[in-house]
């Protein structure tokens, strides 16, 4: 085991330019390295009120062909203050030579979904293939999440079926990226 973060000689990078070279199959979607933060709405039938959120999403790699993946967020106010922690997930992205994402993605509320989606310009489009539950898990049987890139700033919408609903939004958030620490 590594004493310490410095010690690792395989660590993660958020920056290009820092840590290990990225694997070439990873060209479409280097844009996507780096920590987002901003804030989002969300809704869904099921829900007696829209609300609003902020988040956090941070792409990094090790010089292998995939990235790292993790996302959380919490609910806000009315002012931007934090109410309580909302969702969380991490996962695996991993890009194939024509461009084709395999995105495995678990949540800690018993949810884990694979998805498939592609790459095309400053877009990126990911729908699940499956999605597995335990047995405590709120009912979801498909999602679609939709990234547009402009520069620095990152647009994320979210469409989910669950709890007997069809497919519909469910969420958007506006992201800028974070300078490296």
């Known amino acids: 085991m590594f ?11 958020h920056v290009l330019g820092e840590g290990p070279e990225p694997h070439p199959l ?16 969300g809704e869904y039938p099921t829900l007696e009120q829209d609300f609003r959120y ?5 792409f990094s790699h090790d010089g ?13 106010d009315g002012s931007g203050a934090p109410v309580r922690p909302a969702g969380r997930e991490a996962g695996w992205w991993r890009v ?13 509320t018993g949810i884990v979904e694979t998805y498939v989606g592609r790459v095309s310009g400053n877009e990126v489009e990911i729908e699940t293939g ?4 335990t047995p405590l898990a709120k009912e979801v049987t498909a999602t679609r999440r939709h990234y547009t890139l402009d520069g620095d700033r990152m647009t994320v919408v979210h ?3 669950a709890v007997g609903r069809p497919l519909q939004h469910h969420l958007t958030a506006h992201l800028r990226r974070r300078p490296s620490s």
């Open 96 to 108: 194939t030579p024509d461009a084709t994402l395999e995105v495995v993605l678990a949540h800690p």
């Open 64 to 76: 292998r062909p995939f990235l790292r993946y993790e996302a959380r967020a919490w609910l806000i």
């Open 130 to 133: 499956e999605v597995a539950l």
């Open 159 to 161: 469409d989910m079926a």
């Open 3 to 13: 004493e310490s973060v410095q010690d690792n000689p395989y660590p993660d990078t």
């Open 26 to 41: 990873l060209r479409p979607v280097l844009p996507l390295i780096g920590r987002w933060h901003g804030r989002g709405e």
């Open 54 to 58: 902020e988040q956090e999403l941070t």
